[in-house]
Every structure is written in C-alpha cells, then in structure tokens.
C-alpha cells in the first residue's frame, strides 16, 4: 500500500526529485543569461572606444573638374585615413580622393573630378 502523499505524487506527478532538478534547471538558464548579458554589456563598452568620427563642415564646387571640401575628424587612436568623394546630380562619384589626417582636427581637401559635382562628403575614416 501506498500512502497518501505517493498517490497524490502519483496522480500530479509532483515529486522532491521533480521540483529539484526544475530548480537546477531555472538556476542554470538565469547563469546563461547573465553570461550573456555580460558578454554583450563589455562588448558594447569597448566595441565604441577607438571609433573615428567625422562631419563634412562645407564643400564648394570650383569647376568642372575640382571640389574643396572641408571636414572634421575625431580621432581618438590617433592617426587615420578618410575617403572622401564627389557626387553628381545623379548620385554618381565622379571624384574620389584618400585623405591621411594626423590627429583630431579640421581638414580641407581639393577633389579632382570627372565631370562638375554638385556635392562632397566624408564616405569613411579609418585607422591608418
């Protein structure tokens, strides 16, 4: 014979064993989350340190065939390279140039192009 707690464990399914491991269970899943959640948090934190900042301050067109175009750069690891075209109406580059900036500051640049530009701007920056 049984007796009364073993036939209600029985019936519900509700054992000491049962409610144990499900406790094992929560606790471990709660562990990987918080990993996790870390890993992402450090990631986030250190991903943005060394990022290179920049900000097109004018541009003029001077002719057919050459843009000046003024910009900033924050660069906070030091010396960096920026990409810096020239569009048409239509969106296309007619004129590109590689620019190496020493440090942190306000640069202008001279683009040559292929046909008049109606735009510049800073594509990216890189660490050099």
């Known amino acids: 014979m049984s007796t009364e707690s073993d036939l209600l464990a029985s019936r519900y399914g509700k054992t000491a064993t049962s409610s144990k491991v499900t406790r094992q269970r929560i606790i471990a899943v709660a562990s990987v989350l918080v990993a996790v959640f870390l890993g992402w948090a450090i990631w986030v934190t250190v991903s943005g340190v060394n990022e290179i900042k ?23 690891a030091g010396a960096a390279k920026c990409a ?14 590689e620019v190496a ?10 683009v040559n192009t292929t046909e008049l530009g109606v735009t510049g701007l800073v594509d990216k920056c890189w660490l050099k």
């Open 101 to 110: 900036v020493p440090a942190s500051g306000q640069y202008e640049t001279f």
């Open 84 to 97: 810096i075209q020239v569009l048409n109406q239509g969106f296309a580059v007619v004129g590109y140039k």
């Open 54 to 76: 920049h900000q097109v301050l004018g541009y003029q067109v001077l002719s057919e065939g050459q843009t000046s175009v003024k910009f900033s750069v924050q660069s906070p």
